[in-house]
């Protein structure tokens, strides 16, 4: 049976955007029966995105989420020999005309540019309580890099300052990391409830079956543990029961 390619495109950005590979997970993403999930992930090892599973069933992801794996585009990839010199770009032309001083809502700091336009390397961010306002480089920045590593809370972004200046922005990159770290939040929450679900049910499959759900329970619990360290604690709970005499 062949591999749809389109479902195997789409389990790899899944695979390597969400750090999770498993023939379940391709199943559950995908929505396709067991075999092809199995058939895509055999191929993906194949192919090196994948490695082999280890004792526990686990792979490794090989290579780095989607925008990591983007290729080079014609403009930047390196030309042939024979290529023809790529002229140098037009300098950029000197504004002239009437100008207005812009002023950093985070710094203070004053700049001059175009009426309709913001100075060179300035940029329009959005607050709760302003609206736009104008951000220097600098200023613009420290939120983006602060924001993006988790180094300032919501009600710092949201909230504003004693003076009516807001304490902070989101930039449109910022918005889009934030965006792009729900979504995938979200995801993973429904894989949890689906597996829950999934476990449930094997566990009153076992039930009706006759089996003990609380030892199998513990059986998987005693599994995950090191096997040294399980038979060291086994050891001294033999010993502190000889102890007391309950053995």
């Known amino acids: 049976m062949g591999i749809d390619p389109d479902h195997y495109k789409k389990a790899v950005y899944h695979v390597t955007f969400d750090r999770k590979a498993s023939t379940s ?47 080079p585009s014609p403009a930047t990839a390196t030309p042939a020999p024979d290529a023809e010199p790529v002229p140098a770009p037009k300098p950029k032309p000197v504004y002239t005309g009437p100008v207005k001083r812009f002023t950093c809502s985070g710094c203070d700091a004053h700049g001059d540019g175009p009426p309709d336009a913001l100075p060179d390397g300035w940029h329009w961010q959005t607050t709760a309580r302003l609206g736009e306002v104008p951000r ?48 995938r939040l979200e995801r993973l929450f429904e894989d949890i409830a689906m597996l829950q679900g999934d476990a449930k049910e094997v566990r009153n499959e076992a039930k009706g079956e006759g089996f ?24 001294l709970f033999d010993l502190y029961m000889s102890t007391i005499g309950e053995v």
């Open 212 to 235: 003990d759900v609380k030892i199998i329970m513990m059986v998987i619990r005693a599994r995950r543990k090191d096997k040294v360290k399980r038979e060291e604690e086994e050891a």
């Open 25 to 71: 997970y391709i199943q559950r993403r995908l929505q396709i029966g067991y075999n092809s999930a199995a058939a895509i992930m055999e191929e993906m090892e194949k192919n090196g995105i994948v490695g082999p599973c280890d004792h526990v069933g686990k792979r490794d992801i090989l290579v780095g989420p989607p925008d990591a794996n983007i290729e």
């Open 136 to 183: 220097c480089h600098d200023c613009a920045m420290k939120n983006a890099s602060r924001i993006a590593t988790g180094r300032m809370s919501t009600e710092e972004i949201l909230n504003a300052g004693n003076d009516g200046t807001p304490n902070d922005v989101i930039n449109a990159a910022a918005q889009g990391r934030l965006r792009t770290m729900i979504e």
